[in-house]
């Protein structure tokens, strides 16, 4: 059995050691946190490598002040571009714009843009903050032992074991993690009922990223590189059918093409809807059927397929789900493990973020890896997060039907929204979404931009005892 370090010889434990299954967005940001804090950490993920989807992520300001207390803000605005607004069109009337999502605000009202960026670049300047030593790839889990008094156990498909007190599911929607522990509370008849459910998958996309493409045939892109702002447009088609992009630095385009998962009544509706186009076959198959799909700064999406790699298009089922047991014993989970969001809010990746930070926080606390100490750990992360993941949920709900809908209600809420109620919308979302933008608190805290106050955080009481010792021990050098 392979451990951090051997149990230390004494009664009471010292500070927590943990292990984290998936390095995905939440996993990774947790890590560099862990990092940053001194905690001990090991990362394992299946992949032999990490192959993320060839797609576009959008990160909104919530997030920025953390980048910047982690050194990741300059790099992260280097390889991506803000955006001011999503103008959303209408297929059948020839591309007519029928409104936009204004986000041009959320520099005034957080000090930072939202930013689009390419998800292999994200990925890549996350894994450059973690030493190589810490994550190990090709580790698929096979069995988990969930510990209460005597930490938690991983064993892996070469055969190993691996042991710490901690253990953090950030696995994903499937998250094995979760699978495991949700089996165990269910033999133990404690699993809420509405945990035991499935999630739902209203949505099926296939998303791709391209390689640079010729700004003389895009004029679209020389804008966008004269402007420093993404060009983000969304299509609203005819049927069950959405597509959108946004230009990336190195005219590149990241794209998506969706379909809503029809009940019987809209299917009937839309002959062209066939269940089997989005079934079992393979993404180069699904290419073929939508190739002549215009887009509105020229051309098709067979143009965007063309100049995409094939290893950077996917095929990817949109579920959503939120849960209610987020921790166990001492096991926690984090990201899409325990919410998922729909992508269309462009939360997704941001609440797994805030997550982490908020886990993190909890951690740092805990000095002596008591079960009871560690308990109360997840139960405050838990406290501080679910409310505002829940939030983040209802309103991914309600994005979705704006952005994708097509029942007669969902267009209905578009014109009305878009229309008649778009500046009130969309300064009440702000107001509600732009003053949550939490930060490590055993870090130097980054200063409050923008005109809306950031929601208070509870402050780090071990960080400050820290920093009082440090500045008594400087009076006393002098």
């Given at each position: 059995?392979?451990?951090?370090?051997?149990?230390?010889?004494?009664?009471?434990?010292?500070?927590?050691?943990?292990?984290?299954?998936?390095a995905g967005l939440a996993g990774l940001t947790?890590?560099?946190l862990l990092e940053k804090a001194d905690i001990e950490y090991l990362v394992f993920e299946k992949a032999s490598e990490v192959k993320p989807l060839g797609s576009t992520i959008a990160l909104g300001p919530n997030v920025m002040p953390l980048f910047t207390q982690l050194g990741l803000f300059d790099d992260f605005v280097a390889i991506s571009r803000p955006v001011n607004h999503?103008?959303?069109h209408k297929e059948k009337e020839d591309m007519r714009p029928i409104g936009k999502i204004d986000i041009e605000e959320h520099i005034e009202k957080s000090g930072y843009s939202s930013r689009v960026c390419s998800r292999p670049k994200l990925y890549d300047l996350l894994l450059s903050k973690i030493p190589p030593s810490k994550i190990h790839f090709g580790k698929r889990v096979l069995s988990i032992v969930h510990g209460d008094d005597h930490g938690a156990l991983i064993r892996t498909a070469d055969g190993k074991s691996y042991e710490a007190d901690i253990l953090v599911g950030?696995?994903?929607?499937?998250?094995?993690?979760?699978?495991?522990?949700?089996?165990?509370?269910k033999k133990d008849k404690i699993l809420p009922r509405s945990d035991q459910a499935r999630m739902e998958v209203n949505h099926m996309t296939l998303v791709g990223l391209t390689g640079p493409m010729d700004p003389e045939k895009y004029?679209?892109?020389?804008?966008?590189?004269?402007?420093?702002?993404?060009r983000a447009d969304w299509v609203i088609g005819h049927g069950?059918?959405?597509w959108r992009y946004f230009t990336l630095p190195d005219n590149c385009i990241g794209w998506g093409f969706?379909?809503?998962?029809?009940?019987?009544?809209?299917s009937k509706e839309n002959d062209t809807f066939r269940a089997t186009e989005w079934g079992p076959e393979s993404a180069h198959v699904l290419c073929k059927e939508i190739r002549d799909y215009k887009i509105p700064i020229g051309g098709t999406i067979g143009d965007l397929i063309d100049n995409t790699p094939k290893d950077y298009i996917s095929k990817v089922m949109l579920e959503e789900k939120l849960f209610e047991t987020w921790y166990h014993g001492r096991?926690?989970?984090?990201?899409?493990?325990?919410?998922?969001?729909?992508?269309?809010?462009?939360?997704?990746?941001?609440?797994?973020?805030?997550?982490?930070?908020i886990l993190a926080n909890a951690l740092y606390e805990v000095t002596s890896a008591t079960s009871k100490n560690i308990k109360s750990a997840f139960k405050e992360y838990r406290q501080l997060r679910y409310p505002h993941a829940a939030e983040q949920f209802q309103k991914s709900k309600l994005f979705t039907m704006l952005m994708v809908g097509q029942t007669w209600y969902e267009d209905l809420l578009r014109k009305v929204v878009l229309g008649h109620a778009s500046d009130f919308f969309q300064r009440r979302n702000y107001a509600k979404t732009l003053n949550y933008r939490p930060q490590a608190t055993f870090l130097p805290l980054v200063p409050d931009r923008g005109t809306i106050p950031i929601l208070p955080q509870k402050p780090s009481v071990r960080y400050a005892a820290e920093q009082a010792a440090l500045a008594k021990q400087g009076a006393e050098s002098l």
């Open positions: 059995m392979e451990m951090f370090q051997e149990p230390p010889m004494m009664e009471e434990p010292g500070a927590p050691t943990v292990i984290i299954v998936g947790l890590a560099i999503i103008t959303i950030a696995d994903g929607a499937y998250s094995a993690v979760r699978q495991s522990l949700y089996e165990q509370l004029p679209a892109l020389k804008e966008a590189e004269r402007t420093s702002f993404s069950p059918y959405t969706g379909t809503q998962i029809l009940n019987e009544e809209l096991t926690v989970l984090i990201g899409d493990a325990c919410h998922k969001i729909m992508p269309y809010v462009g939360q997704g990746a941001v609440n797994a973020m805030e997550d982490a930070v």
